[in-house]
Protein backbone atom coordinates (compact mmCIF):
# COMPACT_ATOMS: atom_id res chain seq x y z
CA UNK A 1 0.00 0.00 0.00
CA UNK A 2 3.03 2.68 1.03
CA UNK A 3 4.12 1.65 -2.55
CA UNK A 4 1.31 2.46 -4.04
CA UNK A 5 1.39 5.59 -2.12
CA UNK A 6 4.58 6.77 -3.08
CA UNK A 7 4.13 6.01 -6.90
CA UNK A 8 0.71 7.77 -6.69
CA UNK A 9 2.88 11.20 -5.26
CA UNK A 10 5.69 10.64 -7.78
CA UNK A 11 3.47 11.11 -10.83
CA UNK A 12 1.72 13.41 -9.50
CA UNK A 13 4.52 15.38 -9.12
CA UNK A 14 5.95 14.96 -12.63
CA UNK A 15 2.26 16.04 -13.85
CA UNK A 16 1.97 19.39 -11.48
CA UNK A 17 5.80 19.97 -12.59
CA UNK A 18 5.04 19.74 -16.05
CA UNK A 19 1.73 21.90 -15.44
CA UNK A 20 3.79 23.99 -13.89
CA UNK A 21 6.51 24.71 -16.42
CA UNK A 22 3.93 24.85 -18.97
CA UNK A 23 1.65 27.41 -18.19
CA UNK A 24 5.49 29.61 -16.54
CA UNK A 25 6.65 28.96 -20.75
CA UNK A 26 3.46 29.98 -21.91
CA UNK A 27 0.01 31.46 -20.63
CA UNK A 28 -2.87 29.53 -20.90
CA UNK A 29 -6.52 31.15 -19.67
CA UNK A 30 -6.01 29.07 -16.48
CA UNK A 31 -2.55 29.80 -15.71
CA UNK A 32 -3.78 30.83 -12.31
CA UNK A 33 -3.31 27.22 -10.86
CA UNK A 34 0.24 27.13 -11.28
CA UNK A 35 0.93 28.18 -8.23
CA UNK A 36 -0.81 25.76 -5.94
CA UNK A 37 0.58 22.81 -9.13
CA UNK A 38 4.18 24.17 -7.99
CA UNK A 39 3.93 24.56 -4.68
CA UNK A 40 2.83 20.99 -4.06
CA UNK A 41 5.06 19.76 -6.35
CA UNK A 42 7.96 21.32 -4.29
CA UNK A 43 6.46 20.54 -0.85
CA UNK A 44 5.65 16.55 -1.81
CA UNK A 45 9.58 16.59 -2.98
CA UNK A 46 11.50 18.85 -1.52
CA UNK A 47 9.69 19.11 1.92
CA UNK A 48 9.17 15.66 2.72
CA UNK A 49 9.32 15.09 6.91
CA UNK A 50 11.88 12.33 5.75
CA UNK A 51 14.16 14.22 4.05
CA UNK A 52 16.78 16.32 6.59
CA UNK A 53 16.38 20.60 5.72
CA UNK A 54 19.54 20.50 4.08
CA UNK A 55 18.49 17.87 1.22
CA UNK A 56 14.88 20.23 1.10
CA UNK A 57 16.78 23.04 0.83
CA UNK A 58 18.79 21.92 -2.09
CA UNK A 59 16.02 19.95 -3.96
CA UNK A 60 13.73 22.99 -3.86
CA UNK A 61 16.62 24.91 -5.63
CA UNK A 62 16.96 22.72 -7.97
CA UNK A 63 13.35 22.49 -9.00
CA UNK A 64 12.98 26.45 -8.23
CA UNK A 65 15.94 26.86 -10.69
CA UNK A 66 14.32 24.62 -13.44
CA UNK A 67 11.31 26.34 -13.08
CA UNK A 68 12.98 29.92 -14.29
CA UNK A 69 14.37 28.76 -16.26
CA UNK A 70 11.68 27.47 -17.86
CA UNK A 71 9.75 30.36 -17.20
CA UNK A 72 12.31 32.72 -18.95
CA UNK A 73 13.74 30.61 -21.88
CA UNK A 74 12.25 33.03 -23.97
CA UNK A 75 14.16 35.84 -22.72
CA UNK A 76 17.69 34.05 -22.26
CA UNK A 77 17.37 31.94 -25.71
CA UNK A 78 17.15 35.38 -27.85
CA UNK A 79 18.99 37.20 -25.70
CA UNK A 80 21.73 35.04 -25.69
CA UNK A 81 22.38 34.59 -29.15
CA UNK A 82 21.54 38.43 -29.73
CA UNK A 83 23.92 39.56 -27.16
CA UNK A 84 26.88 36.70 -27.02
CA UNK A 85 26.92 33.15 -25.64
CA UNK A 86 28.62 34.09 -22.75
CA UNK A 87 25.08 34.83 -21.33
CA UNK A 88 24.28 31.23 -21.24
CA UNK A 89 26.07 31.13 -18.45
CA UNK A 90 24.91 34.11 -16.95
CA UNK A 91 21.67 32.80 -17.44
CA UNK A 92 21.96 29.66 -15.50
CA UNK A 93 23.94 31.83 -12.37
CA UNK A 94 20.59 34.25 -12.24
CA UNK A 95 18.16 31.76 -13.19
CA UNK A 96 19.81 30.36 -9.42
CA UNK A 97 19.84 33.30 -7.79
CA UNK A 98 15.72 33.90 -8.52
CA UNK A 99 15.00 30.31 -7.69
CA UNK A 100 16.97 31.00 -3.72
CA UNK A 101 12.99 31.60 -2.65
CA UNK A 102 11.61 28.52 -3.69
CA UNK A 103 14.70 27.26 -2.11
CA UNK A 104 14.14 28.68 1.04
CA UNK A 105 10.07 27.73 1.02
CA UNK A 106 11.47 24.14 0.75
CA UNK A 107 13.61 24.37 3.52
CA UNK A 108 10.95 26.01 5.69
CA UNK A 109 8.37 23.49 4.68
CA UNK A 110 10.39 20.86 5.96
CA UNK A 111 11.00 22.83 9.25
CA UNK A 112 8.40 23.07 9.82
CA UNK A 113 5.76 20.26 8.93
CA UNK A 114 5.85 18.79 12.55
CA UNK A 115 4.84 22.42 14.06
CA UNK A 116 1.13 22.18 13.23
CA UNK A 117 -0.75 24.12 9.94
CA UNK A 118 0.00 27.75 11.41
CA UNK A 119 4.04 27.78 10.25
CA UNK A 120 3.04 25.86 7.63
CA UNK A 121 -0.04 27.36 5.97
CA UNK A 122 0.63 30.44 7.05
CA UNK A 123 4.13 31.21 7.73
CA UNK A 124 6.39 29.80 5.09
CA UNK A 125 3.79 31.50 2.32
CA UNK A 126 4.32 35.21 4.13
CA UNK A 127 8.31 34.62 4.04
CA UNK A 128 8.40 33.33 0.38
CA UNK A 129 5.89 36.24 -0.56
CA UNK A 130 9.12 39.00 0.95
CA UNK A 131 11.77 37.03 -0.80
CA UNK A 132 10.29 37.22 -4.13
CA UNK A 133 9.51 40.66 -3.93
CA UNK A 134 13.04 40.93 -2.54
CA UNK A 135 14.82 38.99 -5.55
CA UNK A 136 12.36 41.18 -8.17
CA UNK A 137 13.82 44.56 -6.45
CA UNK A 138 16.51 45.97 -7.64
CA UNK A 139 18.02 46.65 -11.00
CA UNK A 140 18.42 43.09 -11.78
CA UNK A 141 15.72 41.74 -10.50
CA UNK A 142 13.24 39.86 -12.39
CA UNK A 143 9.80 40.70 -11.63
CA UNK A 144 9.03 38.27 -14.43
CA UNK A 145 8.62 35.65 -12.62
CA UNK A 146 6.59 36.47 -10.06
CA UNK A 147 3.98 34.02 -9.05
CA UNK A 148 1.15 36.60 -7.99
CA UNK A 149 0.84 37.86 -11.31
CA UNK A 150 -0.13 34.42 -12.52
CA UNK A 151 -3.36 35.44 -10.67
CA UNK A 152 -5.26 37.66 -13.03
CA UNK A 153 -7.89 35.60 -15.22
CA UNK A 154 -8.71 33.50 -11.36
CA UNK A 155 -10.31 34.36 -7.83
CA UNK A 156 -7.80 35.89 -6.38
CA UNK A 157 -7.35 38.61 -8.90
CA UNK A 158 -9.09 40.69 -6.14
CA UNK A 159 -5.70 40.69 -4.21
CA UNK A 160 -3.63 42.07 -6.67
CA UNK A 161 -5.79 45.49 -6.23
CA UNK A 162 -5.51 45.08 -2.27
CA UNK A 163 -1.78 44.78 -1.94
CA UNK A 164 -0.42 43.76 -5.31
CA UNK A 165 1.30 41.19 -6.34
CA UNK A 166 2.74 40.38 -3.16
CA UNK A 167 0.06 39.84 -1.61
CA UNK A 168 -1.48 37.81 -4.60
CA UNK A 169 1.40 35.20 -3.98
CA UNK A 170 0.98 34.78 -0.14
CA UNK A 171 -3.17 34.16 -0.95
CA UNK A 172 -2.18 32.27 -3.44
CA UNK A 173 0.57 29.97 -1.94
CA UNK A 174 -1.88 29.53 1.16
CA UNK A 175 -4.63 28.04 -0.69
CA UNK A 176 -1.82 25.71 -1.96
CA UNK A 177 -0.26 25.09 1.72
CA UNK A 178 -3.74 23.88 3.13
CA UNK A 179 -3.91 21.78 0.24
CA UNK A 180 -0.62 20.15 0.77
CA UNK A 181 -1.02 20.05 4.67
CA UNK A 182 -4.44 18.26 3.82
CA UNK A 183 -3.00 15.79 0.96
CA UNK A 184 0.13 14.78 3.48
CA UNK A 185 -1.93 13.95 5.89
CA UNK A 186 -4.05 11.86 4.06
CA UNK A 187 -1.14 10.15 2.38
CA UNK A 188 0.66 9.64 5.89
CA UNK A 189 -2.70 8.42 7.72
CA UNK A 190 -2.10 11.00 10.22
CA UNK A 191 -4.55 13.49 9.62
CA UNK A 192 -7.05 14.14 12.61
CA UNK A 193 -10.54 15.41 12.72
CA UNK A 194 -8.98 18.59 14.70
CA UNK A 195 -6.74 19.52 11.57
CA UNK A 196 -9.72 18.32 9.70
CA UNK A 197 -12.20 21.12 11.43
CA UNK A 198 -9.25 24.07 11.24
CA UNK A 199 -8.31 23.50 8.01
CA UNK A 200 -11.90 23.28 6.60
CA UNK A 201 -12.92 26.55 8.68
CA UNK A 202 -9.77 28.21 7.45
CA UNK A 203 -10.38 27.78 3.82
CA UNK A 204 -13.78 28.68 4.43
CA UNK A 205 -12.92 31.90 6.14
CA UNK A 206 -10.73 32.64 3.34
CA UNK A 207 -13.03 31.76 0.33
CA UNK A 208 -15.40 34.45 2.69
CA UNK A 209 -12.81 37.11 2.68
CA UNK A 210 -12.07 36.89 -0.88
CA UNK A 211 -16.00 36.65 -2.04
CA UNK A 212 -16.48 40.09 -0.40
CA UNK A 213 -13.93 41.75 -1.66
CA UNK A 214 -14.35 40.62 -5.30
CA UNK A 215 -17.96 41.83 -4.38
CA UNK A 216 -17.04 45.30 -3.48
CA UNK A 217 -13.98 44.95 -6.19
CA UNK A 218 -17.02 44.08 -9.19
CA UNK A 219 -19.19 47.27 -7.64
CA UNK A 220 -16.78 49.84 -7.72
CA UNK A 221 -15.53 48.84 -11.34
CA UNK A 222 -19.41 48.75 -12.33
CA UNK A 223 -20.29 52.03 -10.80
CA UNK A 224 -17.59 53.67 -12.90
CA UNK A 225 -18.46 56.46 -15.52
CA UNK A 226 -19.58 55.33 -18.89
CA UNK A 227 -17.55 57.98 -20.44
CA UNK A 228 -14.80 57.22 -23.35
CA UNK A 229 -11.69 58.94 -21.84
CA UNK A 230 -9.68 58.84 -25.58
CA UNK A 231 -10.25 57.24 -28.67
CA UNK A 232 -6.92 55.61 -29.93
CA UNK A 233 -6.07 54.40 -32.89
CA UNK A 234 -3.65 51.06 -32.57
CA UNK A 235 -1.48 50.37 -35.32
CA UNK A 236 0.63 46.92 -35.66
CA UNK A 237 1.90 46.68 -39.00
CA UNK A 238 5.02 43.69 -38.17
CA UNK A 239 8.55 43.68 -36.98
CA UNK A 240 10.84 46.00 -37.11
CA UNK A 241 13.44 46.18 -40.00
CA UNK A 242 13.05 42.50 -40.59
CA UNK A 243 15.83 42.24 -43.35
CA UNK A 244 14.61 45.57 -44.77
CA UNK A 245 15.47 48.67 -44.37
CA UNK A 246 14.26 51.25 -41.72
CA UNK A 247 12.67 53.30 -43.94
CA UNK A 248 10.60 50.35 -45.71
CA UNK A 249 9.59 49.53 -42.00
CA UNK A 250 8.14 52.95 -41.47
CA UNK A 251 5.90 53.07 -45.01
CA UNK A 252 4.58 49.84 -43.50
CA UNK A 253 3.46 51.85 -40.32
CA UNK A 254 2.39 54.96 -42.65
CA UNK A 255 0.18 53.10 -44.80
CA UNK A 256 -1.43 50.85 -42.17
CA UNK A 257 -1.95 54.16 -40.29
CA UNK A 258 -3.82 55.62 -43.03
CA UNK A 259 -6.90 52.92 -42.24
CA UNK A 260 -7.79 54.37 -39.13
CA UNK A 261 -10.79 56.15 -39.05
CA UNK A 262 -10.09 60.10 -38.79
CA UNK A 263 -12.02 60.53 -35.13
CA UNK A 264 -9.34 58.78 -33.17
CA UNK A 265 -7.75 61.91 -30.65
CA UNK A 266 -3.95 59.26 -31.88
CA UNK A 267 -2.64 56.65 -33.65
CA UNK A 268 -0.21 54.17 -31.51
CA UNK A 269 3.03 53.03 -33.43
CA UNK A 270 4.92 50.48 -31.29
CA UNK A 271 8.35 51.12 -29.60
CA UNK A 272 11.63 51.62 -31.96
CA UNK A 273 9.73 51.79 -35.27
CA UNK A 274 11.77 55.22 -36.37
CA UNK A 275 15.17 53.99 -35.71
CA UNK A 276 16.44 57.57 -36.16
CA UNK A 277 20.74 56.71 -36.06
CA UNK A 278 20.52 54.39 -39.45
CA UNK A 279 21.66 55.86 -41.99
CA UNK A 280 18.06 56.45 -43.89
CA UNK A 281 17.01 58.23 -40.97
CA UNK A 282 16.20 61.08 -42.67
CA UNK A 283 14.17 59.13 -45.09
CA UNK A 284 12.37 58.16 -41.77
CA UNK A 285 11.49 61.55 -40.90
CA UNK A 286 9.90 62.27 -43.82
CA UNK A 287 7.85 59.49 -44.15
CA UNK A 288 6.69 59.74 -40.81
CA UNK A 289 6.04 63.25 -41.12
CA UNK A 290 4.11 62.71 -44.49
CA UNK A 291 1.95 59.96 -42.56
CA UNK A 292 0.56 62.35 -39.74
CA UNK A 293 -0.26 64.97 -42.63
CA UNK A 294 -2.33 62.66 -44.70
CA UNK A 295 -3.97 61.01 -41.33
CA UNK A 296 -5.20 64.04 -39.76
CA UNK A 297 -4.03 63.80 -36.63
CA UNK A 298 -0.68 63.00 -34.12
CA UNK A 299 0.65 60.28 -34.57
CA UNK A 300 2.86 58.74 -31.01
CA UNK A 301 5.36 56.79 -32.47
CA UNK A 302 9.20 55.13 -30.52
CA UNK A 303 11.87 56.13 -31.74
CA UNK A 304 15.58 55.43 -31.10
CA UNK A 305 17.46 59.07 -31.26
CA UNK A 306 20.89 60.32 -30.59
CA UNK A 307 20.68 63.69 -28.05
CA UNK A 308 23.52 65.18 -27.41
CA UNK A 309 25.98 62.51 -28.25
CA UNK A 310 24.00 59.80 -26.23
CA UNK A 311 20.92 57.60 -27.46
CA UNK A 312 17.40 57.66 -26.37
CA UNK A 313 14.79 55.46 -26.02
CA UNK A 314 11.74 58.15 -26.97
CA UNK A 315 8.38 58.17 -27.49
CA UNK A 316 7.77 61.11 -30.12
CA UNK A 317 4.65 63.73 -30.84
CA UNK A 318 4.53 64.13 -33.95
CA UNK A 319 1.19 66.28 -35.10
CA UNK A 320 -0.73 66.67 -38.43
CA UNK A 321 1.93 69.54 -39.34
CA UNK A 322 4.75 67.59 -39.22
CA UNK A 323 6.15 69.16 -36.39
CA UNK A 324 8.05 66.42 -34.14
CA UNK A 325 8.75 66.37 -29.94
CA UNK A 326 10.12 64.06 -27.79
CA UNK A 327 7.78 64.03 -25.12
CA UNK A 328 8.66 60.58 -23.34
CA UNK A 329 11.93 59.27 -22.71
CA UNK A 330 12.44 55.91 -21.05
CA UNK A 331 13.34 55.53 -17.78
CA UNK A 332 14.28 52.26 -16.64
CA UNK A 333 16.95 50.55 -18.99
CA UNK A 334 17.42 47.04 -20.30
CA UNK A 335 20.71 45.65 -18.98
CA UNK A 336 22.93 44.00 -21.32
CA UNK A 337 20.66 45.08 -24.27
CA UNK A 338 20.91 49.06 -23.17
CA UNK A 339 23.57 49.18 -21.17
CA UNK A 340 26.37 46.70 -19.60
CA UNK A 341 25.66 46.65 -15.83
CA UNK A 342 29.06 44.44 -15.11
CA UNK A 343 31.07 45.15 -18.39
CA UNK A 344 29.71 41.62 -19.89
CA UNK A 345 29.15 40.80 -23.39
CA UNK A 346 30.11 42.90 -26.79
CA UNK A 347 31.94 46.27 -25.58
CA UNK A 348 30.75 47.72 -28.29
CA UNK A 349 27.34 47.67 -27.90
CA UNK A 350 26.01 51.49 -27.66
CA UNK A 351 24.63 52.32 -24.17
CA UNK A 352 21.73 54.77 -23.68
CA UNK A 353 20.58 57.53 -21.73
CA UNK A 354 17.71 57.32 -19.28
CA UNK A 355 15.27 60.41 -18.14
CA UNK A 356 16.44 60.76 -14.36
CA UNK A 357 12.47 61.88 -13.35
CA UNK A 358 9.04 61.14 -13.78
CA UNK A 359 7.17 63.87 -16.27
CA UNK A 360 4.03 65.21 -16.13
CA UNK A 361 0.98 63.43 -17.59
CA UNK A 362 0.97 63.56 -21.70
CA UNK A 363 -2.24 65.36 -23.04
CA UNK A 364 -1.96 64.76 -26.92
CA UNK A 365 -5.63 66.83 -28.29
CA UNK A 366 -8.76 65.57 -27.11
CA UNK A 367 -7.45 62.43 -25.87
CA UNK A 368 -7.60 62.90 -21.87
CA UNK A 369 -3.80 62.78 -19.58
CA UNK A 370 -2.05 59.65 -19.86
CA UNK A 371 1.09 58.40 -18.49
CA UNK A 372 3.83 56.61 -20.93
CA UNK A 373 5.79 53.01 -20.40
CA UNK A 374 8.21 51.75 -22.64
CA UNK A 375 9.21 48.14 -22.87
CA UNK A 376 10.88 46.73 -19.95
CA UNK A 377 9.20 49.50 -17.87
CA UNK A 378 6.06 47.37 -17.82
CA UNK A 379 7.54 45.01 -15.25
CA UNK A 380 8.11 47.16 -12.79
CA UNK A 381 4.99 47.93 -10.16
CA UNK A 382 6.44 50.88 -8.74
CA UNK A 383 6.59 52.76 -11.98
CA UNK A 384 3.56 51.51 -12.98
CA UNK A 385 2.32 52.75 -9.62
CA UNK A 386 4.00 55.96 -9.89
CA UNK A 387 2.68 57.05 -13.75
CA UNK A 388 -1.00 55.93 -12.53
CA UNK A 389 -0.98 58.55 -9.39
CA UNK A 390 0.94 61.23 -11.45
CA UNK A 391 -2.51 62.31 -13.09
CA UNK A 392 -3.49 60.09 -15.89
CA UNK A 393 -6.04 58.47 -16.99
CA UNK A 394 -5.10 55.50 -18.22
CA UNK A 395 -1.50 54.77 -19.43
CA UNK A 396 -0.09 53.50 -22.42
CA UNK A 397 2.65 50.97 -23.20
CA UNK A 398 4.47 50.43 -26.41
CA UNK A 399 6.90 47.53 -26.88
CA UNK A 400 9.04 46.11 -29.45
CA UNK A 401 8.90 42.32 -28.86
CA UNK A 402 10.75 41.10 -32.41
CA UNK A 403 12.96 39.24 -30.24
CA UNK A 404 10.53 37.13 -29.11
CA UNK A 405 8.21 37.09 -31.85
CA UNK A 406 7.24 32.79 -32.23
CA UNK A 407 7.86 32.50 -28.47
CA UNK A 408 5.29 32.85 -25.45
CA UNK A 409 7.12 35.79 -24.01
CA UNK A 410 4.53 38.78 -25.60
CA UNK A 411 1.66 36.79 -23.65
CA UNK A 412 3.50 36.83 -20.50
CA UNK A 413 4.22 40.39 -20.83
CA UNK A 414 0.70 41.46 -21.29
CA UNK A 415 -0.09 39.38 -18.22
CA UNK A 416 2.14 41.44 -16.49
CA UNK A 417 0.20 44.62 -17.51
CA UNK A 418 -2.81 42.85 -16.78
CA UNK A 419 -1.58 42.46 -13.62
CA UNK A 420 -0.61 46.14 -13.10
CA UNK A 421 -3.99 47.29 -14.47
CA UNK A 422 -6.12 45.41 -12.07
CA UNK A 423 -3.42 46.13 -8.85
CA UNK A 424 -3.63 49.86 -10.09
CA UNK A 425 -7.27 50.00 -11.17
CA UNK A 426 -6.59 51.54 -14.61
CA UNK A 427 -6.79 50.98 -17.98
CA UNK A 428 -3.71 49.87 -20.11
CA UNK A 429 -3.57 50.63 -24.24
CA UNK A 430 -0.56 48.17 -25.02
CA UNK A 431 1.05 48.07 -28.78
CA UNK A 432 3.44 45.86 -30.18
CA UNK A 433 5.26 45.12 -33.05
CA UNK A 434 4.05 41.77 -32.58
CA UNK A 435 0.62 39.99 -31.08
CA UNK A 436 -1.02 40.82 -29.05
CA UNK A 437 -1.88 44.46 -29.10
CA UNK A 438 -5.14 46.00 -27.57
CA UNK A 439 -6.42 47.39 -24.26
CA UNK A 440 -6.74 45.98 -20.92
CA UNK A 441 -8.91 46.81 -18.47
CA UNK A 442 -8.62 47.87 -15.11
CA UNK A 443 -10.22 43.86 -13.67
CA UNK A 444 -7.46 42.85 -16.19
CA UNK A 445 -9.29 41.61 -18.98
CA UNK A 446 -9.09 42.47 -23.02
CA UNK A 447 -11.33 45.13 -24.04
CA UNK A 448 -12.18 43.82 -27.23
CA UNK A 449 -10.26 40.91 -29.29
CA UNK A 450 -6.92 42.13 -28.88
CA UNK A 451 -4.59 42.08 -32.42
CA UNK A 452 -3.36 38.60 -33.24
CA UNK A 453 -2.15 39.58 -36.49
CA UNK A 454 -1.16 42.83 -38.32
CA UNK A 455 -3.34 45.36 -38.74
CA UNK A 456 -5.12 48.55 -36.75
CA UNK A 457 -7.51 48.71 -34.23
CA UNK A 458 -9.70 51.52 -32.73
CA UNK A 459 -10.04 51.07 -29.07
CA UNK A 460 -11.76 53.78 -26.25
CA UNK A 461 -10.57 53.77 -23.19
CA UNK A 462 -12.77 54.04 -19.95
CA UNK A 463 -11.98 55.77 -16.73
CA UNK A 464 -10.57 53.71 -13.74
CA UNK A 465 -10.73 53.29 -9.78
CA UNK A 466 -8.68 54.10 -6.86
CA UNK A 467 -7.36 51.04 -5.39
CA UNK A 468 -5.79 50.19 -1.87
CA UNK A 469 -2.73 49.32 -3.61
CA UNK A 470 -2.35 52.38 -5.54
CA UNK A 471 -3.63 54.46 -2.97
CA UNK A 472 -1.25 52.95 0.32
CA UNK A 473 1.32 51.07 -2.05
CA UNK A 474 2.59 47.43 -1.23
CA UNK A 475 4.19 48.22 2.19
CA UNK A 476 1.34 47.87 4.21
CA UNK A 477 0.51 44.30 3.16
CA UNK A 478 4.52 43.07 3.42
CA UNK A 479 4.56 44.67 6.63
CA UNK A 480 1.36 42.46 7.73
CA UNK A 481 3.41 39.87 6.21
CA UNK A 482 6.68 40.28 7.54
CA UNK A 483 5.21 39.85 11.38
CA UNK A 484 2.95 37.04 10.18
CA UNK A 485 6.38 34.81 9.40
CA UNK A 486 8.11 36.05 12.56
CA UNK A 487 4.82 35.19 14.34
CA UNK A 488 4.21 31.87 13.00
CA UNK A 489 7.64 30.64 12.39
CA UNK A 490 9.80 32.03 15.10
CA UNK A 491 7.70 30.11 17.80
CA UNK A 492 8.87 26.69 16.48
CA UNK A 493 12.13 27.82 15.95
CA UNK A 494 12.48 29.09 19.62
CA UNK A 495 11.08 25.66 20.82
CA UNK A 496 13.47 23.45 19.09
CA UNK A 497 16.58 25.22 20.34
CA UNK A 498 14.86 25.24 23.97
CA UNK A 499 14.41 21.78 23.56
CA UNK A 500 17.79 20.88 22.27
CA UNK A 501 19.40 22.74 25.05
CA UNK A 502 17.75 20.78 27.38
CA UNK A 503 18.55 17.66 26.08
CA UNK A 504 22.15 18.77 26.01
CA UNK A 505 22.32 19.60 29.53
CA UNK A 506 20.66 16.46 30.53
Not at 283 to 308: E, N, P, S, W, Y
Request: positive net charge.
Amino acid sequence: MKRLRDGAATMLIAALLAFALRCSAGPVAWWWLLVPALAVAIAFAAGSESLSTAVAFRRGWLFGTLFVLGDLAWVIVPAASHLGPVLYAVAVVLAAVEALPIAVAAWAFARTDANGPIGFCLGVPALYAMLETARASGPLGLPLATLGATQTSGPLAVTLAIGGVPLATFSALVAAATLVFVLRGVREARLTPHAVRVAAAASAAGIVLVAVATLVWHGALAARSHAVLARIGIVEAGPVNVGRTFAATATDYANATQRLPKDVDFALWPEGVLYLIAPDADAQRAIARDAARRFGGTILAGATLRVRGALHNDLLAIDKAGRVSSIYTKRRLVPFGEYQPFAIGPSQRPTYDAASTLEAPIRIGGGGTFSALICYEIVFADLTRASANAGAGYLVAVLNDSWFGGTDGPDQLAQVLAAGAIANGIAIVRVDTVPPSGIIDADGRWIGAPLRAAGVALVGVPPGIVTPFRRFGPWPGLIALALLAIASLWRPIARRRILRRGAWRR
